[in-house]
């Protein structure tokens, strides 16, 4: 079985200033991650995603993520933060076979502060 | 044009009551999925097909019945509804290990 833990249920910054969410998965075949994001009373809009390949991935609206094999770790990162940027973060992992159903974190609330 | 829509998006009803939701995608995706958000934002899976076929059930009540008419449509019909229901709904779609598209989410009240 697959789980996601994402470490931080709000993080609150400044805007301007760097943020980084955490997401740590655990599974024991190979899988696949994605970040989503959830803006109030809307559905979710995928950020970027890890399938194969180079570990650091680029994704929408400037953030970024590390895929980390050995520490399990998909964190997302971005260098400068706006308030537009407030909203649900979710990590999520899916793995091959008949089905790939996402297993979610339980979502971190990026909160940006003027 | 909209990837993944569902009707509708607000659905307010009382205990009891029997509702469906609708999900269509014209992105030509094989697999389709109901996903339930539950009010602290938490989301997991409940059911999934390909192609027509049920591939995934969640230990999902069985007041909850998914329908497939076709690869592009997905339903999902909920029997004598309890107050635990109320929860936004998400379908969405996709083809092997490619991203899922979502809808904006059935947004189910139960008075």
């Known amino acids: 079985a697959q789980s996601v833990t994402q470490l931080d249920s709000q993080v609150p910054v400044f805007e301007e200033a760097p943020v980084e969410l955490r997401c740590n998965y655990s599974?024991?075949?190979?899988?696949?991650l994605f970040w989503y994001v959830q803006y109030p009373n809307q559905g979710l809009q995928l950020l970027l995603k890890?399938?194969?390949?180079?570990?650091l991935v680029k994704g929408i609206n400037g953030f970024e993520a590390e895929f980390n094999k050995s520490q399990t770790s998909f964190h997302l990162r971005k260098p400068s933060v706006h308030i537009s940027d407030t909203a649900e973060y979710f990590c999520a992992v899916s793995r091959g076979g008949s089905n790939y159903k996402l297993t979610f974190g339980k979502g971190t609330l990026l909160t940006v502060n003027p | 044009d909209t990837a993944v829509s569902q009707t509708p998006k607000y659905l307010v009803t009382q205990m009891g009551n029997d509702k469906s939701i609708k999900c269509e995608q014209n992105?030509?995706?094989?697999?389709m999925y109901w996903y339930k958000q539950d009010s602290k934002k938490f989301l997991k899976i409940m059911f999934s097909y390909n192609n027509k076929e049920l591939i995934i059930n969640e230990t999902v009540p069985n007041r909850f019945s998914p329908k497939s008419p076709d690869k592009a449509h997905l339903n999902l019909h909920i029997n004598s509804l309890e107050l635990g229901d109320s929860a936004v709904y998400f379908c969405a779609s996709g083809t092997g290990n490619q991203p899922q598209h979502f809808g904006d989410g059935t947004r189910l009240s139960i008075l």
């Open positions: 599974s024991s075949v190979s899988v696949y």
């Open positions: 992105l030509g995706h094989d697999t």
């Open positions: 890890y399938l194969s390949g180079s570990t």
